[in-house]
């Protein structure tokens, strides 16, 4: 039988210096002041050009997007698209805006040479039309430093930390 240490941490936690999680933290808390004031464009603009953005399925998290179906798969363009649709009216589910607060936590964070790998827990609250909801999850995300906020997006994974998207019934927001 193999010697398993009980007080090892988990393999896929990511530690990283204090430095560097202030550094991510501060760029995700502006990161959905964006979101959450509607400045979309703005937060658009964050995302590289060869950037990724995913949302899978409650029923699949772990989902390969190559493979399995996602509520989100997009790219540069098609973010942009989403992006456009919501700020111009024509994505109805989001007309008018919901009014969307989102708290950040548990951030961790290393770098290599791909960029700045990044975990960390959201709950977004969520009103529109007299409904309350509320989603939590968890981001995974690489960035690259660069750009007006000192980082830049090239991957991001929004995992909803639900059985099932009742009573929400859809994602109509930017997680």
């Known amino acids: 039988m ?8 988990p393999a896929e936690v990511v530690y990283s210096d204090p430095a560097l999680v202030a550094e991510v933290s501060a ?3 502006y990161e959905a002041d964006l979101l959450d004031t509607w400045a ?12 990724q953005y995913l ?13 399995d179906l996602f509520f989100i798969r997009d790219d540069w363009f098609l973010l942009g698209q989403r992006v456009d649709a919501i700020m111009n009216g024509t994505a109805w589910a989001e007309s008018p805006h919901s009014i969307t607060r989102r ?16 975990r960390a827990n959201f709950v977004i ?3 529109a039309l007299a409904q309350q909801d509320v989603y939590p999850g968890t ?5 690259v430093r660069g750009g007006h906020a000192g980082f830049e997006i090239r991957h991001r994974r929004s995992t909803l930390s639900l059985a099932q998207l009742r009573p929400q019934g859809r994602v109509s927001i930017i997680l």
Not at 2 to 9: G, I, M, N, T
Not at 139 to 143: D, F, H, I, R, V
């Open 2 to 9: 193999a010697d398993v240490r009980r007080d090892a941490p």
């Open 27 to 29: 760029f995700l808390y």
């Open 40 to 51: 979309l464009r703005d937060w658009f603009a964050l995302f590289t050009p060869d950037c």
């Open 55 to 67: 949302v899978p399925t409650t029923d699949r998290p772990d989902g390969d997007p190559d493979r």
């Open 103 to 118: 708290m950040i936590s548990n951030v961790r964070a290393n770098e290599d040479v791909d960029g700045v790998h990044v």
């Open 125 to 127: 609250y969520r009103s």
């Open 139 to 143: 981001y995974e995300m690489t960035l």
